[in-house]
């Protein structure tokens, strides 16, 4: 699973968007990163990750914030959801080639009493072939 693309900074702060606007375009390094330490401890594009960690912490608890993260991860168990419920829709399919493929009919119960020679046995067996015809549903006849 990809990890989300941070999401875009809330309305900002008079004073953070001056002090993001120091940065002049360049790119901004996260706060904390190899690229952030790197850079001069004067640099206005260092105090302007700070900034946007700053704003991103302040507005974590937003409500708007809060809905708009909630409405992403359930977009996310839906799509999981679904991916699994298409999974779920070959299986049923597969197994019945599979039970065509090797469910090969073998001797009813009437041919094995018919070979042991037991005449008791086979009388039951065309009883209950018999009984089972006679309640079999019209569908189940066709396969």
């Known amino acids: ?18 002090l993001l606007a120091l940065a002049d375009g360049q790119p901004i390094p996260d706060y904390g990163s190899r690229e952030w330490r790197a850079l ?31 409405r992403l991860e359930l977009d996310e168990a839906r799509e999981r959801d679904r991916q699994e419920q298409e999974l779920d ?34 009388d039951r067996a065309r009883a209950q072939a018999a009984a089972i015809a006679a309640h079999r549903l019209p569908d189940e006849s066709a396969a």
Do not use: F, H, N
């Open 89 to 122: 829709g070959w299986t049923p399919t597969l197994t019945r080639k599979q039970r065509a493929s090797y469910a090969r009919p073998g001797p009813s119960q009437l041919e094995l009493a018919q070979r042991r020679g037991e005449p008791a046995a086979a």
């Open 40 to 70: 001069p401890e004067d640099s206005p594009i260092r105090v302007a990750a700070c900034v946007q960690a700053a704003a991103a912490w302040r507005t974590y608890t937003d409500p708007t914030e809060i809905a708009l993260r909630l």
């Open 1 to 18: 699973m990809t990890r989300p693309s941070p999401l875009p900074l809330p309305q900002l702060l008079p004073w953070e968007a001056r």
